[in-house]
């Protein structure tokens, strides 16, 4: 059993979409959770259309 909390939360930096790279929003955002040790997230749609920029 792991002692690792069922959800948390955490700032990613992630580099903006641009015109020579197509790599999807959500892609984006799970490269950036596994370069930050959360290789097995998974992102719910509801989320993702909720996301706001800052």
Do not use: Q
């Not at 959770?33 to 909720?50: F, T, W």
């Amino acid at each position: 059993m792991s002692n690792r909390p069922l959800a948390s939360v955490m700032k990613v930096k992630m580099s903006p979409p641009s015109p020579a790279d197509k790599t999807a929003d959500a892609d984006r955002l799970l490269r950036a959770l596994k370069e930050a040790g959360y290789a097995g997230a998974r992102i719910p749609h509801a989320l993702l259309r909720d996301c706001r920029v800052n």
